[in-house]
């Protein structure tokens, strides 16, 4: 099926680095998502982003959804280990009252630096 | 609330025997309802989706099937698993006027 763009697909990060990450789609969306996944765990929603070059903050991570509505990003600042996981990013169009798919990238999976 | 209950968290299963999953959720009524299946190492892949109870669409032809016998839960069911069934999966929901959608904690599927 339809899936995203999603890099890096995976990165090392040591603590205090600043982590960025993105995706990008063919077609647009009005909905873009993060969530972080655990392993063993279900995904958790970061941060909902609705509308073109919105900029949303919560905590130490940062995302925003492009001007072409066609790509978003995500940063995270100043990272700690338990940032570690995996990441993934979700666009969604939704049309009049109708709810699209959420159509997921394939991750980005944050590991600690050895 | 947007808590999302799903059991069992993992089971091993032989290859053609049956299968229910079940999940409850809790909030407003008549939230939207999704099954999806994650492989290892790979992306979400979305196999059911519910707008009500008795309504169910199917992203993926395959031999899992999914029932609503009310409002709150959500069955994914198959008659004769297949080794490819292996996975992880995960029970969703939104509320019907909302976009953001949650995720249960998943139940990990190995046939064997």
């Known amino acids: 099926g339809q899936q995203l763009n999603q890099s890096p697909q995976s990165m090392f990060i040591q603590e205090g680095e600043d982590v960025s990450m993105n995706c990008t789609s063919s077609?647009?969306?009005?909905?873009w998502l993060w969530y972080k996944q655990d392993p063993g765990e279900g995904p958790v929603l970061l941060i909902a982003l609705y509308k073109a070059g919105e900029l949303t903050s919560n905590g130490r991570l940062t995302a925003q959804f492009g001007i072409t509505r066609k790509d978003s990003f995500l940063n995270i600042s100043a990272s700690i280990p338990s940032d570690v996981g995996i990441y993934f990013c979700?666009?969604?169009?939704?049309?009049?009252?109708?709810?699209?798919?959420?159509?997921f990238g394939k991750g980005t999976k944050l590991s600690v630096k050895p | 609330s947007q808590t999302i209950h799903q059991w069992p968290a993992t089971l091993v299963q032989p290859v053609g025997s049956p299968l229910s999953l079940e999940c409850t959720v809790e909030g407003t009524s008549n939230p939207n309802l999704y099954w999806y299946r994650q492989a290892a190492g790979r992306g979400l892949q979305l196999l059911f989706y519910?707008?009500?109870?008795?309504?169910i669409s199917s992203e993926v032809p395959q031999n899992l099937s999914a029932s609503r016998p009310q409002d709150r839960q959500f069955i994914l069911s198959s008659k004769k698993l297949l080794l490819s069934d292996s996975g992880f999966y995960l029970c969703a929901k939104s509320e019907i006027t909302g976009n953001t959608i949650y995720f249960g904690e998943g139940s990990w599927l190995t046939v064997v």
């Open positions: 979700a666009g969604q169009w939704n049309y009049g009252g109708s709810q699209g798919n959420l159509i």
């Open positions: 077609s647009i969306f009005n909905t």
């Open positions: 519910s707008v009500g109870i008795g309504q």
